[in-house]
């Protein structure tokens, strides 16, 4: 486990201090920086925290897909939208312990299942609370994202042994309600206040290529940064655009773009595991290693992410070992 454990201003070791406390215009400056000079800092502080040839893998599952009540204009599972997914039904715990078995074997450390609810009902997280030990009881790290938690809720995930919950603010709160109208910005840090004070680690990170300007991606990570304490996993997810929903067809962002938002993460959140998450299979193999370079240290493992696919595990394994990237072991 990779939780923060002290993240004080002044700290003895002479390491540099974890802060809670950044501008904007610091932020923005970050992002300004020449290229190169952004990467150097980034791959600097990476190197202070971390093994800088290890990669953490996470496997995904969507154990209740579709039919979501929410308007997430980038989502394929919101009942708002034609895209194609059907809605299914909350999956019976063997058979996400089956598949939580084979990505076991396939390499991946942690097990991340994923819901398409606003929020859960709590005869839904009993449900949950069996996969959560199922998965714990394999020796893998459990993860779960069920949409809007009450404070009961995260307690309840939290006797069961979850190690992490994920929730995305996804983008700034600004450029938020351009994003989804069926809930607000405040409704997103509640939960993640709830998960934090269940003792639960937090996975929480956004979404870029959703039409929003470098300055929202900016204040999208100030605002993870300046949380009380940092979520241990920051998911950095590009658009992956499905046809139906209403981001289909946005410009595309640039690569470089996309690699800045991964060295700024990184440099305020020097603790955080980063994750390169959705959208890896429009990279190529170069754009990802400069998202190792600039501090990325985590990816999904597995051809699917929840409906969408993603690299095929052998060539992932190919794109690590061509670089002499290694599993990072729990
Ligand atoms: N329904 C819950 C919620 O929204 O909190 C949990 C599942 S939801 C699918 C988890 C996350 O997946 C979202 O917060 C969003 O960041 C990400 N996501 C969904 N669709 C995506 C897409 N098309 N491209 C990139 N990320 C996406
Ligand atoms: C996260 O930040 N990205 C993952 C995970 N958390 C749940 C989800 C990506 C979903 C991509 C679209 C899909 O496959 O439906
Ligand atoms: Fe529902 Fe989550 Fe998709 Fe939003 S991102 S529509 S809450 S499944």
């Not at 974890?18 to 300004?32: I, N």
Request: charge should be negative.
């Amino acid at each position: 486990m990779r939780a923060e454990d002290s993240q004080s201003h002044t700290e003895p070791t002479g390491a540099p201090a974890v802060r809670h406390d950044w501008s904007a215009e610091e932020v923005r400056a970050l992002f300004d920086l020449p290229f190169s000079d952004l990467i150097y800092l980034a791959q600097t502080v990476h190197r202070e925290n971390f093994d800088a040839n290890q990669v953490q893998m996470s496997t995904l599952l969507s154990i209740k897909t579709g039919g979501c009540p929410e308007d997430c204009a980038y989502c394929p599972q919101s009942a708002h939208y034609e895209a194609g997914v059907p809605a299914e039904r909350l999956m019976q715990v063997e058979a996400v312990l089956d598949e939580a078995r084979r990505a076991k074997a396939a390499g991946a450390t942690r097990y991340c299942m994923g819901a398409a609810w606003r929020s859960p009902k709590d005869r839904d997280i009993e449900a949950v609370c069996d996969m959560v030990e199922g998965v714990r009881a394999l020796g893998m790290e459990s993860c779960v994202t069920l949409g809007m938690l009450s404070a009961g809720q995260a307690e309840r995930l939290a006797e069961a042994g979850l190690d992490y919950y994920n929730h995305n603010l996804d983008t700034s709160e600004e450029f938020y309600g351009k994003i989804i109208t069926t809930r607000n910005y405040q409704d997103r840090l509640d939960t993640l206040a709830h998960v934090r004070a269940a003792g639960i680690n937090v996975c929480c990170g956004g979404i870029v290529g959703m039409g929003e300007g470098r300055g929202d991606r900016a204040e999208l990570l100030r605002t993870l940064a300046n949380l009380p304490q940092h979520p241990e996993s920051v998911p950095i997810n590009n658009l992956v655009q499905v046809e139906g929903t209403p981001l289909h067809g946005s410009e595309p962002l640039d690569a470089f773009e996309f690699v800045r938002a991964i060295a700024v993460a990184r440099v305020l959140m020097p603790r955080s595991m980063v994750r390169l998450s959705a959208g890896r299979e429009d990279m190529s193999d170069e754009t990802q290693a400069l998202c190792f370079l600039a501090g990325a240290n985590s990816i999904f493992l597995g051809d699917k992410l929840l409906t969408t696919t993603n690299p095929l595990p052998d060539s992932d394994m190919a794109l690590l070992d061509k670089l002499g990237v290694e599993a990072m072991p729990i």
